[in-house]
């Protein structure tokens, strides 16, 4: 295990309190932040010694990193709510989306010359962004073994120091990562993830991955 880190998770949806129990299952404190934190009731009362929930300032300022778990839509603003001045020095894994189904058909908000990712890295210049974990549903960010092999997760990010921290916990819930280089590969990250809901559309699965094969 690597050693333990304060966490705070920025989102209280199902991804977010998957990692969030996770991240404590592997000995690090966690508090995640939400907008209403009386909803997380339940999962604080089943989560154990080390969790906590609060405001999205709250855990920003807890964490010494940071997940952000929200909608693509919702990104910057909780960001913006959160305190940008919260993020200084640390790191952030950016697991959100641009995705949107304005038109009825699954789609990006921004792709191919900017990226979310991107936008977030702009948004906290002192703060260390690297995408990952956003290419997988809740339930298999954790132990990921899938029928056929253990699949990859790609992470992409300006500080090699943070993607080796990043890297060193997805170790911790059994991924095998791939460093696709600087924060500007997250446009194809998130289209990767916009790969997986087309066939997840398509098929009705979602215990799906990609693993990236070669000789």
Do not use: C
Request: negative net charge.
């Amino acid at each position: 295990m690597t050693q333990p880190l304060q966490i705070g998770v920025l989102g209280s949806g199902p991804a977010g309190q998957t990692l969030a129990t996770g991240f404590l299952q592997k000995g690090h404190p966690v508090m995640i932040g939400s907008r209403d934190s009386t909803k997380l009731s339940g999962w604080l009362r089943h989560a154990g010694p080390g969790a906590q929930v609060g405001t999205f300032a709250e855990a920003a300022q807890f964490g010494e990193l940071v997940v952000l778990s929200v909608l693509g839509s919702a990104a910057e603003e909780v960001i913006r709510l959160a305190g940008v001045e919260n993020f200084t020095g640390k790191i952030m894994i950016d697991a959100s989306d641009p995705l949107d189904f304005s038109s009825g058909q699954p789609g990006l908000f921004v792709g191919t010359t900017d990226s979310l990712g991107e936008r977030i890295q702009r948004l906290i210049p002192d703060g260390y962004v690297v995408k990952g974990l956003n290419v997988v549903q809740a339930d298999v960010m954790i132990n990921p073994s899938l029928t056929g092999d253990e699949p990859d997760m790609f992470i992409a990010g300006n500080d090699d120091a943070a993607k080796q921290a990043v890297t060193q916990l997805l170790a911790e819930f059994g991924w095998p990562v791939i460093d696709m280089g600087g924060i500007q590969s997250a446009r194809w990250l998130e289209a990767l993830s916009l790969a997986w809901v087309v066939y997840s559309h398509r098929t009705g699965k979602t215990h799906h991955a990609f693993k990236l094969v070669g000789k």
